[in-house]
């Protein structure tokens, strides 16, 4: 488990800086509507959300915190699945478009 938060935790700084990018030079849409009317709001703001979100990630790790319920072991590979798609498809498209 503890991996698979660290792998949560870098991905999506990962995905924030190629979403950032994307947005930036209008390559992309964000569809996350949260995610979309923070960007609105300031794009550092975006970026600072993303970061907060891993630290806590990291946090769980570091105060020796990771849940180990069944029930957030699923929810935790089901999200590190589905973000992997959604990274690789927002890299896809910039590659494509560039």
Request: net charge positive; hydrophobic share 60%.
């Amino acid at each position: 488990m503890t991996l698979l938060f660290y792998y949560l935790a870098i991905l999506n700084l990962l995905d924030g800086a190629v979403t950032w990018f994307g947005l930036k030079y209008a390559l992309i849409s964000e569809l996350n509507p949260l995610m979309h009317a923070i960007y609105e709001i300031n794009p550092l703001v975006f970026i600072s959300t993303k970061a907060a979100l891993s630290i806590f990630l990291l946090l769980f790790i570091l105060l020796k915190k990771v849940p180990r319920s069944f029930l957030i072991k699923g929810l935790t590979v089901f999200a590190s699945v589905s973000y992997t798609a959604v990274f690789c498809l927002h890299s896809f498209w910039l590659i494509q478009l560039a």
